[in-house]
């Protein structure tokens, strides 16, 4: 005898599948007998709490500045070097907030190259 026992799979047409996207429809007697209507999933005005706070509040919006310690080129040379070193990881973590900042539209403070040698 086993220690569990086993547990029949359910059928194929047991599982119904909703579509999330679609709208939930109340019949018309339902609404009449309980009062149950829909309720609006997107809202567009602010809503306010029993003290008139806000739920939700929107961060203002702000500039965000990154200045990376190096060149680009210069923080994909560093970036490409053994992987036991922490500058290579250094490198590729100031390469990844580049790339973030492009995306985001934040403004780059890049450091100018030195030609002194």
């Known amino acids: 005898m086993p220690a569990t ?7 194929q047409s047991d599982v ?29 005005s602010q809503i306010k709490d029993d003290h008139g706070q ?3 509040q929107t961060p203002p919006t702000q500039v965000i500045t990154v200045a990376p310690p190096a060149d680009t080129e210069e923080l994909e040379k560093w970036s490409k070097e053994s992987i036991d070193s922490s500058k290579t990881w250094f490198g590729a973590f100031w390469i990844r907030v580049i790339k973030k900042a492009l995306y985001f539209g934040w403004r780059i403070i890049g450091k100018e190259k030195s030609n002194d040698s």
Do not use: Y
């Open 5 to 11: 026992p086993e547990v029949p799979k359910p059928n």
């Open 16 to 44: 119904q599948e909703i579509n999330k996207e679609a709208e939930f429809v109340v019949p018309e007697t339902l609404r009449q007998n309980t009062g149950v209507q829909v309720v609006q999933k997107n809202f567009k």
């Open 54 to 56: 806000p739920f939700v």
